[in-house]
């Protein structure tokens, strides 16, 4: 008698849980369908709090949440949800959910292999394919513009080292010692050794040309001298 009570009470307790499960999924579906979906998720994870294996709870928040654009935490769930999932079709809801959420995210990789799963579920699902095709293409331009922007930075870096190996280069002429100067002496030296014969030539016609001064002075002076009146001794 005394197992029986408790079977009656355990079945009477899941029962509680499940009827406020249940209540908890209705309402956050009329509020999904009013388009209040953070009010939507409220109510789903009141119903996840009653009993934690409700997938239906778990699938309508995973929804609620994507159409909140929350696409990591949507992604999350439904990845969850794709290895608890028995039913064949229910896995391929779960993967192209996935795939679609980790799109949004740019993940495309991520996503590619999403899609795919999906499709083997279910091969005819055309929708999924479309998807996959997308991604794909996604992928491929996301990949080309990885590499259009190294081949970028890998030529920003050259002309910048180019410009560095400039800098340092007259930064290394201005380090240089200043050019040598000849010492006075070599130019004494040359002065008393021999010299050329333009330079003696130079030399013998500028004293000529002194010369040539002097005496007109001299000259001049004398002309003076003698157009002064003569002082007489009174």
């Given at each position: 008698m005394k197992w029986v009570f408790v079977i009656i009470l355990a079945w009477f307790t899941l029962n509680v849980y499940s009827q406020a499960e249940r209540k908890y999924v209705r309402r956050g579906n009329r509020q999904y369908e009013?388009?209040?979906y953070q009010e939507a998720?409220?109510?789903?994870?009141?119903?996840?709090?009653?009993?934690?294996g409700s997938v239906a709870a778990d699938y309508n928040l995973g929804n609620s949440l994507y159409k909140q654009k929350q696409f990591d935490a949507a992604a999350q769930r439904?990845?969850?949800l794709s290895g608890k999932q028995k039913d064949g079709q229910?896995?391929?809801?779960d993967y192209y959910n996935l795939g679609n959420a980790l799109y949004k995210s740019g993940k495309y990789q991520e996503c590619i292999d999403a899609y795919k799963n999906a499709l083997r579920k279910m091969p005819g699902d055309m929708?999924?394919?479309?998807?996959?095709?997308?991604?794909?293409?996604?992928l491929e331009m996301q990949e080309q513009q990885k590499n259009k922007e190294n081949q970028q930075n890998k030529q920003d870096k050259k002309q910048d080292n180019k410009k560095d190996d400039k800098q340092q280069q007259n930064q290394d002429n201005k380090d240089q010692p200043p050019d040598e100067r000849k010492d006075p002496?070599?130019?004494?030296?040359?002065m008393n050794g021999q010299i050329s014969s333009q330079d003696a030539e130079r030399i013998l016609q500028a004293l000529e040309n002194e010369e040539k001064n002097v005496l007109r002075k001299v000259q001049e002076q004398q002309k003076?001298?003698?157009?002064?009146?003569?002082?007489?001794n009174w």
């Amino acid at each position: 008698m005394k197992w029986v009570f408790v079977i009656i009470l355990a079945w009477f307790t899941l029962n509680v849980y499940s009827q406020a499960e249940r209540k908890y999924v209705r309402r956050g579906n009329r509020q999904y369908e009013d388009k209040n979906y953070q009010e939507a998720e409220i109510q789903y994870r009141k119903a996840l709090e009653k009993s934690p294996g409700s997938v239906a709870a778990d699938y309508n928040l995973g929804n609620s949440l994507y159409k909140q654009k929350q696409f990591d935490a949507a992604a999350q769930r439904y990845k969850e949800l794709s290895g608890k999932q028995k039913d064949g079709q229910a896995q391929n809801s779960d993967y192209y959910n996935l795939g679609n959420a980790l799109y949004k995210s740019g993940k495309y990789q991520e996503c590619i292999d999403a899609y795919k799963n999906a499709l083997r579920k279910m091969p005819g699902d055309m929708d999924a394919k479309h998807n996959l095709q997308l991604a794909m293409k996604k992928l491929e331009m996301q990949e080309q513009q990885k590499n259009k922007e190294n081949q970028q930075n890998k030529q920003d870096k050259k002309q910048d080292n180019k410009k560095d190996d400039k800098q340092q280069q007259n930064q290394d002429n201005k380090d240089q010692p200043p050019d040598e100067r000849k010492d006075p002496q070599q130019d004494k030296q040359n002065m008393n050794g021999q010299i050329s014969s333009q330079d003696a030539e130079r030399i013998l016609q500028a004293l000529e040309n002194e010369e040539k001064n002097v005496l007109r002075k001299v000259q001049e002076q004398q002309k003076q001298v003698k157009k002064e009146p003569v002082q007489k001794n009174w």
